[in-house]
């Protein structure tokens, strides 16, 4: 079988483009046209990857995948949007994206990202856990708990912090994040990454009353858990 795609735009051209091109590219492709039915679709398919536009009749693209994310469901997608900024980025990533792009978008840009996320998505079943001190997290289940505590974080969230910990007591620069997470050539501000780190400690320091993530100044970050 093949890679299965799900595409969810209300715009018939961008849809069919999108379809044709994917198709050319190998992928098996669907469409659903407004955000109901691609939720469905989602929960009753299942996919390796969804395309999701923002602006969609019945339920945005920001509730489908919330409630994807809130049911458990982590399928990569790759959300589209027509807006621009680095804080509508964030609000997107923080509903469950792995992924955005802006409108309009390079279709060699588009199917970059998708190989990308597709890549990360079957990188994440090889089995490892990763353990700093009482911090633990399982990539394959999308599992993260200090102490016992299961933490509920975004996907953006999860992949800083998976890094972070896969290079538990080194220092991580901000642009090292930003290559290894982002995984392209960003271009925003890369103070957004402060911004998810910011949301991390409120996770999983503060609940704790010690210290995971240390800034080490005008440098980056060190992940190292005080016990
Ligand atoms: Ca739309």
Redesign the pocket.
Same mark, same amino acid.
């Given at each position: 079988m093949g890679v299965r795609i799900l595409v969810v *735009?209300? *715009?018939r051209t961008v849809a069919s483009a999108l379809r044709r091109g994917l198709q050319a590219e190998g992928y098996d492709v669907d469409i659903a046209e407004d955000g109901e039915d691609g939720l469905w679709r989602a929960q009753e398919g299942s996919y390796d990857a969804i395309i999701l536009?923002v602006?969609?009749p019945k339920l945005n693209g920001y509730k489908v995948c919330r409630t994807l994310r809130d049911s458990g469901d982590w399928t990569p997608v790759l959300m589209l949007t027509a807006k621009d900024g680095e804080y509508d980025e964030a609000e997107g990533l923080d509903t469950g994206a792995d992924d955005y792009l802006t409108k309009p978008f390079s279709f060699v840009v588009l199917t970059a990202r998708l190989r990308a996320m597709l890549r990360r998505g079957s990188g994440a079943q090889d089995g490892s856990a990763f353990e700093a001190g009482d911090l633990l997290m399982d990539p394959v289940r999308h599992h993260c708990e200090r102490a016992g505590t299961k933490i509920d974080l975004t996907a953006r969230e999860f992949a800083i912090l998976s890094y972070m910990i896969r290079r538990s007591g080194q220092i991580v620069t901000k642009p090292e994040i930003l290559d290894n997470v982002w995984d392209y050539e960003f271009e925003g501000d890369p103070n957004i990454v402060e911004v998810y780190v910011r949301r991390l400690r409120k996770k999983i320091d503060e609940p704790f009353g010690t210290r995971t993530i240390h800034t080490v100044r005008g440098v980056g970050y060190r992940l190292e858990p005080e016990l």
């Open positions: *735009e209300d *715009e536009d602006m969609l």
